[in-house]
C-alpha cells in the first residue's frame, strides 16, 4: 500500500512522519500476523513483519526525467521474490527500491528491471 492507503486504515495522520509510519505499519503486521509494506514515493518504502520487525530503505535519487508507471509492480514483484528466496526484510527493502529506481527512469513505457540491472545498480551504489 502507499502512505495515503496505511492512513485511511490505520487513522494515521496524511502527513505523519516516518517513525509514526514505521509504528502503524508493524501494528498492523502485528495485528494481521502478516507482512506490511509501504510505499513512501520519493521518502523510499517501509516494511514490517508480523514478528514485530520492521524497516525502512530511502528512496534512491532521481537522475532526470522520470515516469512512474510500473513502479508499484517492480516493487511488489521484487519484495515477494526476495522474501520467498529467502532475503531479510532489509534485503528485500533494498532490492525493491533499486528495481523502482530503474522502473522510473524508463520514460514512455511500463518499465521492467532485469535481475542484472539491479545487479549493476546495486554494485554501482557500494
Known amino acids: ?9 490505520t487513522g494515521l495522520p496524511r502527513d505523519a512522519d516516518l517513525e509514526q509510519i514505521q509504528q502503524a505499519a508493524a501494528a498492523l503486521a502485528g495485528h494481521n500476523r502478516r507482512p506490511v509494506f509501504v510505499t513512501l514515493a520519493e521518502r523510499g518504502i517501509v516494511g514490517a513483519l508480523g514478528d514485530g520487525t520492521f524497516g525502512h530503505v530511502p ?4 537522475r ?5 508507471v510500473g513502479a508499484g509492480d ?8 526476495a522474501l520467498a ?3 531479510t526484510l532489509a534485503e528485500s527493502l ?9 522502473v522510473i527512469h524508463q520514460l514512455g513505457t511500463t518499465g521492467t ?13 557500494a
Open 1 to 9: 500500500m502507499n502512505a495515503a492507503e496505511l492512513s485511511l486504515l
Open 59 to 62: 528512496a534512491l535519487p532521481v
Open 64 to 68: 532526470g526525467p522520470i515516469d512512474i
Open 74 to 81: 517492480a516493487v511488489t514483484a521484487n519484495l515477494a521474490c
Open 85 to 87: 528466496a529467502g532475503a
Open 94 to 102: 533494498e532490492l525493491a527500491m533499486a528495481a523502482a529506481s530503474l
Open 113 to 125: 528491471a532485469s535481475v542484472a540491472q539491479i545487479q549493476a545498480l546495486l554494485a554501482s551504489l
